[in-house]
């Protein structure tokens, strides 16, 4: 079976981390007998080298924002050339930009086009415009273009036929999945990243990991963050994530506005984030907008719990193992940590059987090898 996955780039992030998993676990399942290509719109990414090794073939069509009209019709027509000599049984797009490109493949391959929508929702407040514009062309081709739609989450589904266009008729839904070897609990994590942090035992540590972008709501975060240290000595905050450094002015600015630099400590984008989840106490995902967020399923594999709003899965996703917020402005997230951090000091007991259980939760529900069955048989059926 020969399958080609067409996206955007293989940087870090949420599809391109997923598109990752589900590669390695077909390739290491299935080995020979599965073939994997990968297109990307945009050359170099994080995972190419990993993807490389397990013996996926990656091309890119180097296409950039300021390629003009003519530039762009030469890439399409290199994508065309590279699938008839190829001549996949699957074509897999992610995400906005990457299903567009396909609407221009040779009609001949539009019933195996399968479309991956990663958005829960978009708006101008915090989508671009671009973004916007790329769905809902894609809502109105989705008639004609894939024989399915795939989603992450059930919020994802209701947005994109509601607002955007999308056919009701090719919808399919698919939930991450993740591997309980790749993420878990470990002592040792946790002393190392406290010693390397100078972090002390009765200390309290909270966690954010995220790229820095409106729709991850970072502000509210800080300016609840720093209402909660008047009532709690030893409370701090670590944030993870692309350009979670000093070098962001924005950041820099609250932090320093609320005199709380000894506070917040910022450490920029990790290779991995296993050893962040298991130093950290809780992890708050406050986000605007989500749709399937990684880091929530992730941290409570590593018996970390999560205070999220409710965006996307998040709520499915935590279910009654974690906690979710009403609303998530500033006032909201602040009563939300104080009640969680009152749990975590007075109610050890409870505690303890909360984080087994996350992590119990996860493995049981969102497994990596559910969601790769899935993925081969909505191609297949």
Same mark, same amino acid.
């Given at each position: 079976m020969k399958i080609l996955h067409i996206i955007n780039s293989l940087k870090k992030g949420g599809a391109e981390g997923n598109l990752y998993r589900l590669c390695v676990t077909h390739k290491k399942k299935y080995k020979n007998k599965i073939d994997i290509i990968i297109v990307t719109l945009i050359a170099d990414g994080f995972y190419e080298q990993e993807l490389k090794k397990i013996g996926v073939k990656i091309i890119s069509l180097g296409i950039n924002e300021n390629y003009k009209i003519y530039s762009f019709a030469k890439k399409i027509l290199t994508l065309r050339k590279f699938i008839k000599k190829n001549n996949p049984n699957i074509i897999q797009s992610w995400m906005y930009h990457s299903n567009f490109i396909s609407i221009f493949l040779p009609k001949i391959n539009y019933n195996k086009i399968y479309w991956n929508i990663r958005h829960s929702e978009l708006n101008n407040k915090i989508s671009k415009k671009i973004t916007i514009i790329l769905s809902i062309i894609c809502g109105i081709f989705s008639r004609i273009v894939p024989k399915k739609i795939i989603y992450c989450s059930e919020k994802s589904i209701k947005f994109h036929e509601n607002n955007h266009f999308y056919s009701k008729k090719k919808t399919s839904l698919i939930n991450n999945g993740y591997s309980h070897k790749n993420y878990y609990q470990a002592n040792n994590l946790r002393t190392n990243f406290r010693k390397i942090n100078k972090i002390k035992k009765v200390d309290i540590i909270l966690g954010y990991a995220g790229r820095y972008s409106k729709q991850k709501n970072i502000e509210a975060l800080l300016i609840s963050f720093s209402k909660i240290i008047k009532n709690y000595n030893n409370v701090y905050l %670590?944030?993870?994530?692309?350009?979670?450094?000093?070098?962001? &002015?924005?950041?820099?600015? +609250?932090?320093?506005?609320?005199?709380?630099?000894?506070?917040?400590?910022?450490?920029?984008?990790?290779?991995?984030?296993?050893?962040? %989840?298991?130093? +950290? @106490?809780? *992890?708050?995902?406050? !986000?605007? $907008?989500?749709?399937?967020?990684?880091?929530?399923?992730? #941290?409570?594999?590593?018996? =970390?719990?999560?205070?999220?709003? @409710? #965006?996307?899965?998040? /709520?499915?996703? +935590? !279910?009654? %193992?974690?906690? +979710?917020?009403?609303?998530?402005? %500033?006032? $909201?997230? =602040?009563?939300? *940590? &104080? /009640? =969680?951090?009152n749990l975590l000091i007075n109610k050890k007991s409870y505690w303890k059987n909360l984080t087994k259980n996350a992590r119990l939760h996860i493995k049981r529900n969102f497994s990596l090898e559910k969601m790769a069955k899935t993925y081969l048989d909505h191609w297949i059926y």
């Open positions: %670590y944030m993870a994530g692309k350009n979670i450094n000093l070098k962001n &002015k924005r950041l820099t600015s +609250i932090v320093l506005k609320f005199q709380m630099d000894k506070k917040i400590f910022f450490l920029d984008e990790q290779k991995s984030l296993l050893e962040f %989840y298991n130093g +950290i @106490d809780l *992890l708050i995902l406050p !986000s605007h $907008s989500e749709s399937f967020p990684n880091v929530v399923a992730e #941290a409570m594999l590593c018996s =970390t719990p999560v205070l999220a709003s @409710d #965006a996307g899965c998040s /709520k499915k996703i +935590i !279910s009654k %193992y974690g906690f +979710i917020l009403k609303k998530n402005d %500033y006032r $909201s997230i =602040t009563n939300a *940590l &104080k /009640k =969680t951090i």
